[in-house]
């Protein structure tokens, strides 16, 4: 089956600590997102990559780093320097001009 | 900063009814535009996109666009309990960045 995976689904940690948000797609896709939604807001992106090797930051990209060795897989580091991280994280790749989601993972920092 | 605006809603219809969803955009150079469903706790779907000035209509959803007014609409006919959900609005321009708006809320009563 062809998709986007994301991992972990909910993710938890103490204030501080550096966490990676994994992001797979077997679609062949050469785009790639990240997305970030806070209740009752609308999706702001983050960080986003055309290709292997590139990618660009977003609006929102202060404590975030991204990286894209592999076209499959676009991980994403939220950093201690994000002030608010408690947030569900939305990867996404593009095709035909439209975006398609992953599951979204959905971390709280204590 | 260019802006997706949605009303936050909640838009509430019967069962069987139309439900009218709106969203308008700041950018005029945007050329394409996507409706997305996101049920409670889970990840945006793409269910319409539109690119020229007009209707288009898939099944029970029609979207709806005028560019010299820079807004876009999506219809949904016969609304079902099923349809409950937010709607995001989502716009990009000639470039590689979706903006999204905050989203409506519908609620269909039974």
């Known amino acids: 089956d062809g998709g986007i995976t994301q991992s972990p689904k909910y993710l938890f940690r103490k204030e501080g600590q550096n966490v990676t948000l994994s992001c797979e797609q077997n679609l062949n896709h050469d785009a790639m997102y990240w997305y970030r939604q806070d209740p009752g807001q609308g999706l702001r992106l983050i960080y986003y990559?055309?290709?292997?090797?590139?990618?660009q930051k977003g609006d929102i990209a202060e404590g975030y780093s991204v990286s894209r060795e592999k076209k499959e897989s676009f991980p994403l580091t939220v950093t201690s320097a994000q002030k608010n991280p408690t947030a569900f994280y939305l990867c996404a790749s593009r095709w035909d001009g439209a975006l398609h989601f992953g599951n979204g993972t959905r971390l709280t920092v204590t | 900063q260019k802006e997706v605006e949605q009303n936050s809603g909640p838009l509430s219809v019967p069962e069987g009814a139309i439900a009218s969803l709106n969203c308008t955009y700041s950018?005029?150079?945007?050329?394409?535009f996507f409706w997305y469903r996101q049920y409670s706790g889970k990840s945006p779907e793409l269910i319409m996109f539109i690119y020229s000035n007009g209707d288009k209509e898939d099944g029970r959803f029609t979207a709806q666009l005028n560019k010299a007014s820079q807004y876009v609409s999506l219809l949904i006919r016969d609304s079902q309990p099923s349809d409950s959900a937010t709607y995001l609005c989502?716009?990009?321009?000639?470039?590689?960045?979706?903006?999204f708006g905050a989203g409506t809320r519908l609620f269909v009563k039974a």
């Open positions: 989502a716009v990009r321009g000639g470039g590689f960045k979706t903006i």
């Open positions: 950018d005029r150079g945007s050329q394409s």
């Open positions: 990559s055309q290709i292997v090797n590139d990618f």
